[in-house]
């Protein structure tokens, strides 16, 4: 079974987020595999395993040169990756990215594609439904248990009351939660080893998108950039036994009590 | 008014629709002179409720047979906005069967979706508002391409009040075939038993973060919450480490919660969790570091271990009782 798994590379989420002049958001420093996508990648490397075989290829998309993120997913054990970086990529908006990511795909040999639900840089959240309809493929979001049982997926979809139990036949794709799986650390061998492993870079003009993805492609545009309103901080205590008794005088002061 | 027809996805729930779609339905009315209503399932019988809240015509995309709503619902639009009959916008709940609307109805439709929105004007166009950076930063934007655009609006962004209309007329609007994107679906559904008020409508959310240390620490988190008659919530951390299941969860991957006081217990206050949360009334902060951005928006704050903070507000709450 071969499987593509989405995933994005981020700015670190603990630095301080800022726009760049065009507002976008700045990606100039380091850049980092999200974190969110890791389950993505562990889950596909277990249900390979499961199937007695096959590849999984991450599959990424960027503006920059950075390919440390995608290091990292084939120290865990990915087979290969490919990531489409191109210049004219900045700004793309999320169906734009969803445009290159089918794109790209449709080069993979795959059973399933993995994606995590939202990336922890952006939040849209719709890219991975995009590309399922871009790709033709059934996707079932917000998965928290992920088996595969012959040619037909199975999947536990969170809902607002509880859980649905999913099923759809391969090929497919299925967005991920955090918790579905816990991620493996890399292993010193496997760092040693995502060395040597295929990394392809592609190019927009690879894709024969050139005009249609990127700033260029984007039908949305940034009015205004504001600081919000913010909440300003009251009064702060150190706890010295008391911090009960001030919890409750606040509370009848509010009426809770 | 320079909108003349938005369109609402009404997410049918148990006999009604869904607190976001009459958010969003009632907003409508302030934006356009026409608001059409999109439903499926047990919404088609809604008329009255779909009119009561402004709407004219409640499109009924009828029974999905099991499929998860994504696709058949996207493509019943498609049909409708390909007939000629295109809204200025259509207007999405953020939900989980809403974001897959929007995501299927986007690529079908080559048309752009602006998601995380928390307020909608008119100013000679939609402008859509939404925050970013944890919610220090406000952004609007708007479309620039041809219509319709797909807005995806976070829950409580707008209050819910009924207009009084007359019924909606209640119109047909089947998906047809789907092929093999419309092959998901449902087998069984699992509900998860919740007691006390429900976490989006609690007057006092009590909620846990990483800082209780260990799952077993999370029955003080739902006892202060039971002796002061709230709903207890949970930050991600905690969800993802599967100490409480997902409905627990607050912020911005959970539910939005505007409670009159909320209670931060051991949450350090990411960005994830503050968007869910920092539209409370007054909030309480309780957690070690005295550093954690949470205590940058808490109206309380308690620099402590909640180890013995908890326990002595549950005695003192237990006392009072």
């Known amino acids: 079974m071969d499987i593509v798994v989405c995933v994005k590379q981020i700015p670190d989420p603990a630095a301080p987020q800022s726009f760049d002049s065009s507002n976008n958001l700045n990606r100039s420093g380091k850049l980092i595999l999200d974190e969110a996508d890791t389950y993505g990648v562990e889950m596909a490397l277990q249900l390979v395993d499961k199937a007695g075989g096959g ?63 939202e990336s922890s840089d952006g939040y849209t959240g719709t890219t991975p439904v995009q590309l399922a309809e871009l790709l033709g493929l059934p996707s079932i979001t917000f998965a928290k248990a992920v088996s595969v049982e012959g040619t037909e997926l199975k999947v536990s979809r969170q809902t607002e009351a509880g859980y649905d139990e999913v099923t759809a036949p ?43 993805v990127g700033a260029a492609g984007a039908r949305e545009e940034i009015v205004s950039v504001e600081a919000a309103e913010s909440r300003q901080a009251g009064e702060k205590y150190v706890d010295e036994g008391d911090g009960a008794d001030k919890v409750v005088a606040f509370l009848e002061t509010i009426k809770v009590l | ?61 009828g029974d999905l047979k099991g499929a998860l709503p994504g696709v058949p619902v996207a493509a019943a639009i498609q049909a409708l906005s390909e007939s000629g009959d295109a809204p200025d916008a259509l207007l999405i709940p953020t939900s989980y069967d809403g974001r897959d609307v929007a995501g299927r109805l986007s690529a079908r439709l080559d048309r752009p979706v602006l998601t995380n929105v928390i307020g909608l004007s ?173 205590f940058q928006i808490a109206d309380l704050g308690i620099v402590g271990d909640v180890h013995k903070v908890l326990p002595a507000l549950i005695d003192a709450l237990k006392a009072r009782s």
């Open chain 2, 122 to 294: 008119d100013e000679g166009g939609l402008v859509t508002e939404h925050q970013v950076f944890g919610g220090s930063m406000a952004v609007k934007a708007k479309f620039t391409g041809p219509g319709p655009g797909i807005v995806v609006v976070r829950a409580k962004s707008f209050v819910a009040e009924s207009a009084g209309g007359p019924a909606a007329a209640v119109v047909a609007a089947p998906a047809g075939d789907t092929g093999a994107t419309g092959s998901a679906v449902v087998a069984n559904s699992h509900v998860e038993e919740r007691t006390g008020p429900k976490l989006e409508e609690a007057t006092v959310v009590v909620s846990g973060g990483r800082g209780l240390g260990e799952a077993s620490a999370y029955t003080m988190i739902e006892e202060v919450a039971k002796l002061l008659n709230g709903a207890a919530g949970a930050s991600r951390a905690i969800v993802d480490a599967g100490w409480v299941p997902y409905s627990h969860q607050v912020g911005q991957t959970g539910k939005t919660v505007k409670p009159l006081v909320y209670i931060a217990c051991g949450i350090s206050g990411a960005t994830q969790h503050m968007v869910g949360m920092k539209g409370s009334k007054n909030i309480v902060a309780i957690n070690k570091d005295a550093d954690a951005p949470i």
């Open chain 1, 170 to 212: 391969l090929p497919a794709l299925v967005t991920v939660t955090a918790g579905v799986v816990e991620p493996r650390y890399a292993s010193f061998k496997g760092i040693m080893a995502a060395k040597s492993k295929p990394l392809e870079v592609l190019s927009v003009a690879d894709l024969g998108l050139e005009g249609q």
């Open chain 2, 1 to 61: 008014m320079t909108l003349s027809t938005l369109w609402v996805l009404a997410e049918p729930s148990s006999g009604s629709f869904t607190t976001t779609s009459l958010e969003l339905l009632t907003h409508a009315r302030s934006l356009a002179t026409n608001v059409v209503a999109i439903t499926w399932g047990d919404g088609g019988s809604l008329g009255a409720l779909a009119g009561e809240y402004g709407a004219t015509t409640l499109y009924d995309v």
């Open chain 1, 55 to 117: 590849e999984v290829t991450v599959v990424s998309m960027g503006s920059g040169a950075d390919v440390a993120g995608l290091r990292n997913a084939l120290a865990l054990g990915a087979t290969k990756a490919v990531i489409v970086s191109d210049d004219s990529l900045r700004g793309s908006d999320a169906l734009s990215t969803a445009k290159v990511l089918a794109a790209a795909i449709k080069r993979q040999s795959f059973d399933l594609v993995l994606a995590a639900t």
